[in-house]
């Protein structure tokens, strides 16, 4: 058993640098340019049942977690994740390669391919060592359409299509651009990276873009980096991916497979394998959304994918409210939290039966709200194994309602939505 010493609470985990969690350890694995191949995508599942509690996590970040690897099986699952080209050359490269694509570019025939430079800049992150001081939580999104945010998420650098070239915004000041071209978009990204070394290194509480873009403003990290910024119309409305067929009048071009809040257990892993596999198809994108979406032209072919997932009880219809819900692992998988927030979240759902559909809710088993960064309609978090309810916001924000017993969220939750519909 060779994991490593720095398994501490709090450590943004990889495959290399796992982290203990109150299941065992978590074995994060990055896609590539933001897909597996359906052939990866099984041994991650074979993976999850040999050497984890056979439960995998897709992240926020589209990253796939096998949960509760045992210190005695974590060799054995690491040799079967580099056998099917899973694992980076190093921890260092592993750990700066923190890089979120649009699943639906390339696929959606209205969204450019940004695939092969968000490729090239996971290359440059690997290749330039000067960039493996960025700090764990740094990273870079690529989206195929207008809207930078991908899945709504911010990332420290982001990196939209536009014509023939790019837009590159920064986390912290969306309104603001700079424009590219498509062979000088590393380069930029590069150089945007350097000037946030260069300024965070003036204070080392400044881990993030939007902290840096506060302390300093957006313009003078675009001036360091040599980049000319113009303002952008931040009044732009992209769809994004959700789960079910996927398709632009009779032009089928995908089918998304969401995962109960965020998770999928080896057997179903497996068993959308062998769909997969049977429909021929070679690979599999990952969204932030906890959406796996599978490129698939044929309505034939689209439908039996859909119909493996739905037998196995995953998700396959854009309205299933569980699609707008951010739970974390709770009590089951963490020792900070003080309930079960994966069965009172299905509890939650069963209560209000429908009418939470359009309503963003994030569940939370402690304060640290691990689970969602931006706001929610419905907040709930855990304290000493009650809840305390924040509308419209994140935790730590204004509590409306302190102190509800875990079997009455439901009918609590209702009874907000109720008074804001009336
Ligand atoms: S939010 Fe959830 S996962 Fe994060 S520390 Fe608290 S209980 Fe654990």
């Not at 390339?106 to 490729?119: L, M, S, T």
């Not at 057997?267 to 990952?286: I, P, Y």
């Not at 009880?313 to 699609?323: F, N, Q, S, T």
């Given at each position: 058993?060779?994991?490593?010493?720095?398994?501490i609470?709090?450590?943004?985990?990889?495959a290399?640098?796992?982290?203990?969690s109150?299941?065992?350890?978590?074995?994060?694995?990055?896609?590539?340019?933001?897909?597996?191949?359906?052939?990866?995508?099984?041994?991650?599942?074979?993976?999850?049942?040999?050497?984890?509690s056979?439960?995998?996590?897709?992240?926020?970040r589209g990253?796939?977690?096998l949960r509760?690897v045992?210190?005695?099986?974590?060799d054995?699952?690491?040799?079967?994740l580099?056998?099917a080209?899973?694992?980076d050359?190093?921890?260092?490269v592993e750990?700066v390669r923190?890089?979120?694509?649009d699943?639906?570019?390339?696929i959606d025939?209205e969204?450019?391919?940004?695939?092969?430079?968000?490729?090239?800049?996971?290359?440059?992150?690997?290749?330039d060592?000067r960039?493996?001081a960025?700090p764990?939580k740094?990273?870079?999104?690529?989206?195929?359409?207008?809207?930078?945010?991908v899945?709504g998420?911010?990332?420290?650098?982001?990196i939209?299509a536009?014509?023939?070239g790019f837009?590159?915004?920064?986390?912290?000041?969306?309104d603001?651009r700079?424009?590219?071209?498509?062979?000088?978009?590393?380069?930029?990204v590069?150089?945007l990276?350097m000037a946030f070394l260069d300024?965070?290194a003036?204070d080392?509480?400044?881990?993030?873009m939007?902290?840096?873009?506060?302390?300093f403003g957006?313009?003078?990290?675009f001036e360091?980096?040599?980049?000319?910024?113009?303002?952008?119309?931040v009044?732009v409305?992209?769809?994004?991916v959700?789960?079910?067929?996927l398709?632009?009048?009779?032009l089928?071009?995908?089918?998304?497979?969401g995962l109960?809040f965020?998770r999928?257990?080896?057997?179903q892993?497996g068993?959308?394998c062998?769909s997969?596999?049977?429909a021929?198809?070679?690979?599999?994108f990952?969204?932030?959304?906890?959406i796996?979406?599978?490129?698939?032209?044929?309505?034939?072919k689209?439908?039996?994918?859909l119909?493996a997932?739905?037998?196995t009880?995953l998700i396959v219809?854009p309205?299933?409210?569980?699609?707008?819900?951010?739970?974390?692992?709770g009590?089951?998988?963490?020792?900070?939290?003080?309930?079960d927030?994966r069965?009172?979240?299905?509890?939650?759902?069963?209560?209000?039966?429908g009418?939470?559909s359009g309503?963003?809710?994030?569940?939370s088993?402690?304060e640290?709200?691990?689970?969602?960064?931006s706001a929610?309609d419905?907040?709930?978090?855990?304290?000493?194994?009650?809840?305390?309810?924040?509308?419209?916001?994140v935790a730590?924000?204004p509590?409306?309602?302190?102190?509800v017993?875990?079997?009455?969220?439901?009918?609590?939750?209702?009874?907000?939505i109720?008074?804001?519909?009336?």
């Amino acid at each position: 058993m060779t994991v490593p010493a720095h398994l501490i609470k709090g450590w943004c985990p990889g495959a290399l640098r796992p982290m203990r969690s109150g299941d065992g350890l978590i074995v994060r694995i990055k896609p590539r340019a933001g897909a597996f191949s359906i052939s990866a995508l099984a041994a991650i599942a074979d993976a999850a049942a040999r050497f984890g509690s056979g439960e995998i996590d897709l992240t926020n970040r589209g990253n796939l977690q096998l949960r509760g690897v045992s210190d005695d099986s974590y060799d054995d699952a690491i040799t079967a994740l580099r056998a099917a080209d899973l694992i980076d050359r190093s921890a260092a490269v592993e750990a700066v390669r923190n890089v979120v694509v649009d699943p639906l570019s390339g696929i959606d025939p209205e969204r450019p391919n940004v695939c092969d430079v968000a490729a090239r800049i996971e290359d440059a992150l690997a290749d330039d060592a000067r960039l493996w001081a960025l700090p764990g939580k740094f990273g870079f999104s690529f989206s195929g359409s207008s809207e930078p945010m991908v899945g709504g998420r911010a990332a420290d650098i982001m990196i939209a299509a536009a014509g023939d070239g790019f837009d590159i915004c920064l986390d912290g000041a969306t309104d603001l651009r700079c424009e590219v071209t498509a062979g000088d978009v590393i380069d930029s990204v590069r150089r945007l990276a350097m000037a946030f070394l260069d300024l965070a290194a003036k204070d080392h509480e400044l881990r993030r873009m939007k902290a840096v873009v506060a302390r300093f403003g957006a313009a003078r990290i675009f001036e360091l980096a040599g980049l000319q910024v113009t303002s952008r119309s931040v009044d732009v409305t992209v769809a994004s991916v959700s789960a079910g067929l996927l398709s632009r009048g009779d032009l089928v071009f995908g089918v998304g497979i969401g995962l109960p809040f965020g998770r999928i257990t080896a057997d179903q892993l497996g068993r959308l394998c062998q769909s997969a596999e049977a429909a021929k198809l070679k690979d599999v994108f990952t969204s932030p959304q906890r959406i796996l979406v599978f490129p698939v032209a044929e309505r034939a072919k689209a439908e039996l994918v859909l119909q493996a997932a739905a037998s196995t009880g995953l998700i396959v219809v854009p309205e299933d409210a569980r699609l707008q819900m951010d739970v974390c692992p709770g009590s089951s998988g963490c020792r900070n939290a003080t309930t079960d927030t994966r069965a009172d979240a299905r509890h939650l759902v069963d209560v209000l039966n429908g009418s939470l559909s359009g309503y963003s809710v994030h569940v939370s088993g402690c304060e640290k709200g691990c689970a969602r960064q931006s706001a929610a309609d419905f907040t709930l978090i855990a304290r000493a194994g009650r809840y305390d309810l924040i509308r419209n916001g994140v935790a730590g924000d204004p509590i409306a309602l302190a102190n509800v017993d875990a079997d009455d969220i439901g009918n609590t939750v209702s009874r907000f939505i109720l008074d804001s519909a009336s």
